[in-house]
């Protein structure tokens, strides 16, 4: 079975220039998570939807970053402009929705951005 | 969701036990224990989960205290592959799934060593 796929791994643009990272989750996960990770930090979540709905963007910077995820498959987040504070690991997770929950997340490799 | 401490290092001989602790004093009695670890360059992965009981899979174990303000996370026979930093959370399950909020912290960097 395939796990949660995400592109580019690597991504490096000047500073004001837009990216949109892209995640695929695991086939039949309803639940899926965009995490940011700073260097020598734990993850930090920016999203969380459920389906396609966007159920907790609490802590998504709305002036700057946005993230869909039509059909509520595939997802994708955006950042525009980028700036310098930007550059960090960002993570894709997916997890089951329907039976007990076991907390567990399953994660993609991650996106590093350095943005320059 | 509970605050956790970790010492931010460890490391192991391998072959040797891991046992990496964690104080969790503020947890809920609905509160789960969760460890995952992250490998340089990749993504967190689960490892283990527990309430009250001690747990085991073919990972590793959670033992938690009866009082259940701490846990510790045993590696039986570490190798080399198992460094990586290690994370524990406290959350509260959800049985929608929609709750599968997890809040990191910066977790313990076990290094184990020939």
């Known amino acids: 079975e395939a796990g949660v796929v995400q592109s580019p791994r690597y991504k490096i643009i000047e500073k004001k220039q837009p990216v949109a990272f892209w995640c695929n989750p695991i086939?039949?996960?309803?639940?899926l998570y965009w995490y940011l990770q700073n260097l020598g930090q734990g993850p930090e979540l920016l999203i969380r939807?459920?389906?396609?709905?966007?159920?907790?963007d609490s802590q998504l910077p709305k002036d700057r970053f946005s993230a869909e995820r039509l059909k509520g498959v595939d997802s994708t987040l955006k950042i525009q402009p980028a700036e310098l504070g930007d550059s960090a690991v960002y993570l894709c997770?997916?997890?089951?929705?329907?039976?007990?929950?076991?907390?567990?997340?399953?994660f993609g490799e991650g996106s590093r951005l350095t943005v320059l | 969701d509970a605050k956790t401490t970790q010492p931010p290092s460890m490391d192991c001989a391998e072959g040797r036990a891991a046992n990496l602790p964690c104080n969790h004093s503020?947890?809920?009695?609905?509160?789960?224990v969760y460890w995952y670890r992250q490998i340089h360059s990749q993504g967190p992965q689960y490892i283990i989960h527990?309430?009250?009981n001690n747990e085991t899979n073919e990972m590793a174990s959670l033992i938690i205290t009866e009082d259940r303000k701490s846990s510790t996370l045993i590696l039986p026979h570490a190798t080399l592959r198992d460094t990586a930093v290690y994370y524990c959370?406290?959350?509260?399950?959800?049985?929608?799934?929609?709750?599968?909020?997890?809040?990191f912290g910066t977790g313990t960097q076990l290094k184990v060593e020939l």
């Open positions: 997770a997916s997890s089951p929705r329907e039976g007990v929950d076991t907390g567990e997340l399953f």
């Open positions: 959370i406290v959350r509260v399950a959800s049985l929608t799934g929609g709750g599968n909020k997890l809040t």
């Open positions: 086939s039949g996960h309803n639940t």
């Open positions: 503020t947890i809920s009695g609905n509160e789960y």
């Open positions: 527990g309430l009250k």
């Open positions: 939807y459920e389906n396609e709905e966007a159920v907790d």
